[in-house]
């Protein structure tokens, strides 16, 4: 049995640089027909010169498969000039609050002195991609944050604002209060809660930001995600780190979730009696949120059961050891051991 995916798209992805992109970004490419590229690089993406050169290695990196890189800008507080520049060549700028996460130093400190930025965004048509977590206590930072979205949402009623990685059942709530708002959800926010993570032996492969939370919440994510919210579409944020540095002291966040996206989505969704709303999920609504037209290609998955080889190179990936029901057709040899 074949299952065959019309155009998915990956939006919230990071790829990194250099030796680890070479390694990760083929998984991507050969699942998705494209993705917004996270720009928290160790010199964060905020400049259009970076960023031109930055596509380019993703593109070499991708070879032969047809993937759209869709940039992201790291916000700071830039110039008219500079996003008008910019506009052409991003889909938006990715606000991060400073060291909420992997490489964020640069991030926002004082979001009293944002607005003038935020209000160029919303003139331009450009979307604010936005990290919304405050540095509370680990479980309520997206509870806590829930105030910056709102006051942005009414403060720049034109806005496009794309809240990422969303984890709570209110972030699901307040998509429903304003129309320029939308949502990412990961795969594994779907599938795992703190449990998982520290509720036995520790589990650093399972270790994010945000971190995973309660039953409910999942509960609740998954309730919008398989009724087709036509304003959640799908972001792995697939963020692979070396085993060196998530087995250790000071475990870096971060789950590595490319190589099996979109096998385990389509289990998941088949799995919950809702294949035929995997499309919204993976590329409609995306599409219609950020108004553009991939180019299209067809993406075919077999139901044939795979074992997800226990790593890659240098890097643990979710669902590591485990076998899934499906598998991507011509799956590339992948360099993976058991
Ligand atoms: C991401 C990373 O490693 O770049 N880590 C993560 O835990 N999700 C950054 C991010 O999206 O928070
Ligand atoms: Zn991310």
């Not at 008008?84 to 991060?96: N, S, T, W």
């Not at 919204?280 to 998955?301: D, H, K, M």
Request: proline share 7%; with cysteine.
């Amino acid at each position: 049995m074949e299952l065959t995916l019309d155009t998915p798209l990956d939006l919230h992805l990071h790829l990194r640089e250099q030796e680890m992109l070479s390694l990760v970004a083929p998984f991507s490419a050969a699942q998705f027909a494209g993705g917004v590229i996270m720009p928290n690089l160790v010199q964060p993406v905020d400049n259009l010169e970076r960023l031109r050169a930055y596509r380019k290695e993703i593109l070499a990196a991708c070879g032969d498969l047809p993937f759209t890189p869709y940039m992201t800008l790291f916000f700071r507080r830039y110039s008219r000039n500079e996003l008008l520049e910019a506009r052409d060549e991003i889909i938006g700028v990715k606000l991060y609050p400073a060291g909420i996460t992997t490489q964020s130093e640069g991030g926002v400190r004082d979001f009293d002195r944002i607005g003038d930025t935020i209000a160029l965004l919303e003139e331009l048509d450009i979307p604010l991609l936005v990290h919304g977590e405050t540095n509370g206590f680990v479980m309520d930072r997206e509870h806590e944050f829930l105030p910056v979205y709102q006051w942005l949402a009414e403060t720049f009623p034109r806005l496009r604002i794309v809240m990422e990685h969303i984890t709570t059942a209110e972030a699901v709530a307040l998509l429903d209060r304003f129309d320029h708002l939308a949502a990412t959800v990961t795969l594994h926010h779907l599938m795992i809660t703190l449990d998982d993570v520290a509720g036995g032996l520790l589990q650093p492969d399972l270790f994010c930001k945000p971190i995973a939370k309660t039953p409910r919440d999942r509960e609740a994510l998954r309730r919008a995600v398989f009724s087709g919210h036509p304003r959640l579409f799908f972001g792995s944020d697939s963020a692979p780190h070396p085993r060196h540095k998530k087995e250790c002291c000071g475990c870096a966040a971060g789950i590595f979730s490319a190589p099996v996206a979109l096998p385990m989505l389509a289990q998941l969704f088949e799995e919950n009696d809702c294949l035929e709303r995997l499309d919204g999920f993976i590329s409609v609504n995306g599409r219609n949120f950020y108004r553009i037209t991939p180019l299209p290609r067809q993406v075919a998955l077999e139901r044939i059961p795979w074992q997800v080889p226990e790593q890659f190179e240098t890097v643990r990936s979710f669902l590591s050891g485990k076998t899934l029901s499906w598998r991507l057709k011509n799956q590339p040899e992948t360099t993976g051991n058991h």
